[in-house]
């Protein structure tokens, strides 16, 4: 991954929607997607319209990518970060989540 300084853009700090896609390698839209599907928090925007992600949305992407190579789906990924933001998936829940996800891992072996 390439490295681009988080730089000041206006009053804000952070990078512009291209510069984070090609930061972590996803598609603009598939951001935009990630947003709608409230996976990331709204950005800021520039006086201008313009998105202005900030370092915990890149760390949120790579995590993103992460969860999704272990085989978790959108779904999934949106309760895990639910339980991060408020505690509100029961821990049961998790664990049984990530339990069948190891299963189906087993069965590759």
Do not use: C
Request: proline residues 4%; neutral net charge.
């Amino acid at each position: 991954m390439e490295t681009i300084k988080n730089r000041p853009v206006g009053n804000a700090r952070g990078w512009l929607i291209g510069e984070l896609s090609h930061l972590v390698e996803i598609p603009i839209q598939t951001i935009r997607y990630y947003e709608r599907l409230e996976l990331l928090l709204k950005p800021h925007r520039t006086e201008q319209g313009y998105r202005i992600y900030s370092t915990d949305a890149l760390e949120r992407l790579l995590f993103i990518q992460g969860v999704k190579a272990f085989g978790l789906s959108l779904d999934e990924i949106k309760q895990l970060l639910d339980l991060q933001a408020t505690h509100t998936i029961p821990y049961a829940t998790f664990k049984l989540m990530v339990q069948q996800k190891l299963d189906k891992l087993d069965l590759f072996d």
